[in-house]
């Protein structure tokens, strides 16, 4: 069911310090009112390492607390706009450090049984791309760290004969944000492989 459904039906059928309780140890809504008093600087700490370990599936114990009120990476890419030009920053780190490991995982395995087939760490880069369509803008500076890391996953994908969609990702979320200056992505739906980058790569 949904958040909204199940708090409907916990306010129907249970007193109100039944129904404060819960919200207070068990929604987001509590996490952000704690993060909110802290000094902007430790929010950001606090919530780009959370967003990191909750992608991964990382066990720290702020991980482990913030899961227990529901805060999940989503919830937490969402408030990465009110950080502006250092959420940004954030998402292209991750991009940068988890988007050239391995792209599968072993059929059967504990981490394919948890995280599907594709890693983890793909899946957060493939997140983290798309959290950046919240800016309604985004600096130059950070457009070219875009085609930088388009760059050397081409060049990463040219050894393989089937990859990620990490690329083609990167160059559709650039048509979004600059559609004067860059074409539809065309993906490969049998490889992966960005069919068109040219146009994306940095000259």
Known sequence: MSDDFFLKGLKRLNPTSVVEAYLEEHTPQAFFRELMQRP???????????HRDLALGIQSPSASQAAARNVDRYILEGFLREF???GIAHLLDLV????FGPIFNEEGSAACRRFGAFTAEN???TSAIFALCAWEK???RFIRRMQDILRKRVEADRELAITTTLAENIARMLHQLAPESFPRSELDPKTNHLRNPEPFLPK
Do not use: W
């Not at 902007?40 to 959370?50: D, G």
């Open 96 to 99: 940068e450090r988890y988007g």
């Open 123 to 125: 899946s957060l880069c």
């Open 138 to 140: 985004i600096s130059p």
């Open 84 to 86: 502006g030009d250092d």
């Open 40 to 50: 902007i600087a430790e929010q950001k700490k606090i919530v780009f390492a959370l």
